[in-house]
């Protein structure tokens, strides 16, 4: 059993945080509590349920690697209705870092899976695995996920699974280190907004309006443009304008300056 916490403290947990060894072998839940001490993750866990779990689960599995170059999570069945894709980090980082990461992914990869069947940790509690589900009665534990497959229709074990067999399990996965986090967010950040043809249209009339949260708003420049690029050169210097508008405008001007 010590084997298995070690690797799962290599993994997964903060030093000193890990698991209660007397707990994890009998099968008592224990609440997987990612943040530590300085308020940073170490971890994050992605879970999906219901009757497509598996194949959704196996899917982003793979992107995560061809998509994003990122080394493969550590798939685990819940115990009841559901896989979990875990994401261990070499490095620590903030919880609103962890959170863009994994809407991202949803986002990205379970566009049609509705929330509700949806457990992204931080976010929601999730349980330290191997574990048995206080609902179902059954164990959870480390998959590989070439056996996946079998386990689609019911993920989950009726017996406890072999602590030694699973350290090995996760004795084969690595960290993901903090370049590859951070591109792997660039990645996965929402597309930028885009004017509307009717705000792009007026702009490239020349008249003197920018999109704003509300829609779209006249602006007080005067003067006539005979381009968009001088309206909104004239925008963002304007000192009458808005923040919020010159900020606008200055987006607006970037690709005239590639």
């Known amino acids: 059993m010590n084997?298995?916490?070690?690797?799962l403290q290599r993994l997964f947990f903060y030093p000193g945080l890990s698991p209660d060894e007397?707990?994890?072998l009998s099968g008592?839940?224990?609440?997987?509590?990612?943040?530590?001490?300085?308020?940073?993750?170490r971890a994050m866990v992605l879970g999906v349920s219901g009757a497509d779990a598996w194949d959704c689960v196996a899917a982003l599995w793979q992107a995560v690697q061809d998509d994003l170059q990122l080394p493969a999570p550590v798939m685990a069945?819940?115990?009841?209705?559901?896989?979990?894709?875990w994401f261990p980090l070499a490095d620590p980082v903030p919880q609103a870092k962890a959170g863009s990461f994994l809407a991202g992914l949803c986002r990205r990869y379970l566009a049609e899976v509705?929330?509700?069947?949806?457990?992204?940790?931080?976010?929601?509690?999730?349980?330290?695995?191997?574990?048995?589900?206080?609902?179902s009665g059954k164990w959870s534990a480390f998959i590989d996920p070439s056996m996946g497959?079998?386990?689609?229709?019911e993920p989950w074990l009726d017996i406890a699974p072999n602590p030694e067999r699973q350290a090995d399990l996760l004795g084969n996965f690595l960290r993901i280190d903090r370049m590859a986090f951070e591109r792997a967010l660039v990645q996965l950040a929402p597309p930028p907004v885009v004017a509307a043809p009717s705000v792009v249209a007026e702009v490239q009339?020349?008249?003197p309006v920018l999109p704003t949260m509300g829609g779209t708003e006249r602006l007080g420049v005067e003067g006539h443009f005979g381009d968009p690029q001088s309206f909104l050169l004239a925008v963002m210097n304007d000192?009458?304008?808005s923040a919020a508008h010159r900020i606008d405008a200055a987006k607006a001007l970037l690709p005239y300056w590639k």
């Open 3 to 7: 084997k298995l916490i070690a690797e």
């Open 22 to 24: 007397e707990a994890l």
């Open 28 to 41: 008592v839940a224990q609440v997987f509590d990612p943040l530590g001490p300085d308020g940073l993750l």
């Open 77 to 85: 069945v819940t115990g009841a209705d559901g896989f979990q894709l």
């Open 114 to 135: 509705p929330t509700a069947r949806l457990t992204p940790c931080p976010g929601t509690t999730v349980h330290v695995v191997p574990g048995i589900n206080a609902a």
């Open 149 to 153: 497959r079998v386990l689609a229709h």
């Open 205 to 207: 009339a020349g008249l």
């Open 239 to 241: 000192p009458t304008a």
